[in-house]
């Protein structure tokens, strides 16, 4: 279970464990929450297990505690290694968590999950749109905590300096995901459909390296700067909504679009964005529907009206009060 | 291959799309409509362009309906050359092209696949761009009788695991004097079926580049007995491997060797991404 936090306002230190590796999606995540922990007041140290040099922390966070050991252990066939390194940590920690990011009725979440359970790491912080409370089995509900993937200071400062400015934007959509039959299934709907001259990147499941086909954030913020859609499927059935792409999309002014084969589920009225979720059997009727500087304005605006990042991690990890919280919701 | 002649030294910019055609007479309609369509885009962008099919002495129905194509559509651009004798290779017929197309960028499309004509206006951007050998974009691998996407096909760029395999195919836009300059398809029967494989190789081993284009290019439709849905006999494989290993990696020194071409990905509208 989560530990007492001390004071609100102490001068806390934090520890923030990423993996490193060439997978930016993660390591990102780990230094969105440091700049939300410094805005709070905290002292933040990003490191990865090969980094990390042994101090005393209030609280100690592990963005993807499997990738964080796999990139650890690189080579070797189990993790020991990195569960003794994660196992010394926790000794000179007042708190430690997880930060989750992924749905959690995947294998890829078994897999954190299982590690936790090695490490005896019990707290789980699961960033998103929504709480994946109920679609978890009973035994791991404890210790399990959602908070929302709202936007840092820094990135709503961005967001208000560009929402007004018009750049041109000559490609009509973007789909990027890796290779699988549903994705292509839906890459020859949306051509045929959609007009075809989107950037279409759907490279074959690899492990993510240097010599990979993989694009990076980078690369990614390059092409939806000059997209008006971005467009994804799920790889897997069950219910999620990827917030990152939502946040991707927002801070280079392209407006994300979720198809999902679907329809909305109950919890789905509790959802952001929802009118940016269509349905696969007619989400070409939907999109043409669209006009594009209408649904951007909305998207950015309803965007900026929901609790920020700082809010989040306040509540839910630091447990402050809502009072003290006010000024970063 | 026979020197240059001084009238090739200098083509003027433009694409010509060329198809070479042996006994495809049904599906010839298809890659001839795209190309036509395609040409036309590109003249109203003010980019030159011609069709040009070539016919591989074909034995079917094709030499009957390319020229009643070619009377049609001589005005929007339709050239046909009938062979007299059967090349044997899809090479020969290719490296024909290289001498008969008018334009400096030639666009290679069989003639049982289709090109998407709204994109090959990006891709001629790219080449432009990138100076590069050849430039190609994604293709959509489709089942010609239920119409079902079923793959997708040169959707990824240049890496070294194409020494393993070919994954970039013909239906590319090629810059024609870099062709010539680097001697064409090899178009002997080591490589049958597979000079794609050899070509993209060759060109990336002289130092010249390729260039991915993250869009479609086109659909490669899976036909009855195509070489792609025909399995290779192991002894054909093995040999072709052999060819490549002996020719391009003979040391087990290319991996990680530094090239002009790895991982080169390209868009007129972004960049290098």
Redesign the interface.
């Known amino acids: 279970m989560l530990q007492d936090a001390p004071a609100p306002n102490a001068a806390r230190r934090v520890l923030i464990v990423v993996a490193g590796s060439i997978n930016y999606y993660y390591d990102t995540i780990g230094y969105r929450l440091a700049e939300a922990f410094h805005n709070l007041g905290s002292v933040v140290d990003v490191c990865t297990l090969k980094t990390y040099q042994p101090a005393e922390y209030d609280l100690t966070l592990y963005v993807n505690l499997y990738e964080v050991a796999v990139a650890y252990c690189k080579g070797q066939p189990d993790l020991v290694e990195a569960i003794r390194l994660i196992k010394a940590m926790k000794a000179r920690t007042t708190q430690i968590g997880v930060v989750l990011l992924e749905c959690v009725q995947t294998n890829w979440f078994a897999e954190t999950y299982r590690l936790c359970e090695q490490t005896g790491i019990q707290a789980l912080y699961d960033l998103g749109f929504h709480s994946q409370y109920p679609y978890m089995q009973p035994a791991m509900r404890e210790g399990y905590h959602f908070f929302f993937n709202g936007l840092t200071q820094s990135e709503r400062r961005k967001v208000l300096r560009w929402r007004n400015t018009h750049q041109e934007r000559?490609?009509p959509w973007a789909f990027i995901g890796h290779?699988e039959k549903r994705r292509?299934?839906f890459?020859?709907r949306l051509?045929k459909r959609c007009?075809?001259?989107?950037?279409?990147?759907?490279?074959?499941l690899t492990h993510i390296t240097e010599?990979?086909?993989h694009?990076n954030g980078e690369?990614l913020q390059?092409?939806l700067e000059?997209t008006r859609y971005y467009i994804w499927v799920s790889h897997h059935d069950y219910f999620y909504v990827e917030s990152e792409r939502f946040r991707n999309a927002l801070m280079a002014g392209s407006v994300p679009i979720k198809v999902q084969d679907h329809e909305p589920t109950d919890e789905s009225a509790r959802l952001p964005f929802t009118y940016l979720m269509l349905n696969e059997t007619d989400f070409d009727e939907q999109l043409r529907a669209f006009d594009y500087a209408d649904v951007r304005d909305r998207f950015i605006r309803d965007y900026l009206t929901l609790p920020s990042l700082e809010a989040g991690v306040a509540r839910t990890i630091l447990q402050m009060p809502h009072h003290a919280t006010a000024d970063h919701a | 291959m026979p020197n240059t002649p001084a009238a090739l030294r200098n083509p003027p910019n433009g694409i010509t799309i060329a198809i070479p055609n042996w006994n495809h007479e049904f599906v010839l309609g298809r890659s001839v409509g795209s190309a036509l369509r395609a040409a036309a885009l590109l003249r109203a962008a003010d980019v030159p362009a011609e069709v040009l099919v070539l016919d591989d002495a074909s034995r079917d129905g094709s030499t009957t309906l390319l020229r009643q194509l070619e009377a049609l559509y001589f005005e929007d651009g339709l050239r046909v050359l009938l062979r007299v004798e059967n090349s044997g290779a899809p090479a020969a017929v290719r490296n024909q092209a290289l001498f008969e197309a008018r334009y400096r960028y030639i666009l290679f499309l069989d003639a049982d696949n289709e090109v998407?004509p709204?994109?090959l206006p990006?891709l001629y951007r790219s080449i432009l761009d990138t100076n590069a050998a050849l430039v190609y974009g994604?293709l959509?691998l489709?089942h010609a009788e239920s119409g079902?996407?079923?793959?997708?096909l040169s959707?990824?760029?240049f890496?070294?695991r194409i020494l393993d395999d070919n994954y970039i195919d013909t239906l590319a836009l090629v810059d024609r004097m870099q062709l010539l300059d680097a001697n064409g398809l090899l178009s002997d029967a080591r490589m049958a079926g597979r000079e794609d494989w050899e070509l993209n190789l060759h060109l990336a081993f002289s130092g010249r580049r390729l260039v991915f284009v993250?869009?479609?290019a086109g659909y490669y439709y899976t036909m009855p007995h195509s070489l792609i849905t025909e399995k290779m006999p192991p002894e054909v494989w093995q040999r072709q491997l052999g060819y490549v290993r002996r020719a391009f990696n003979q040391l087990d020194l290319r991996r990680g060797h530094l090239l002009n071409t790895r991982?080169l990905?390209y868009?007129p509208?972004?960049?290098y991404?």
């Open positions: 000559p490609i290779l292509m299934l890459a020859h051509i007009g075809a001259n989107g950037i279409l990147y759907l490279p074959h010599e990979g086909p694009i690369q390059k092409i000059r | 998407l709204e994109n990006l994604s959509i489709v079902e996407a079923q793959h997708l959707a990824e760029s890496q070294d993250p869009v479609v991982h990905r868009h509208d972004l960049g991404i």
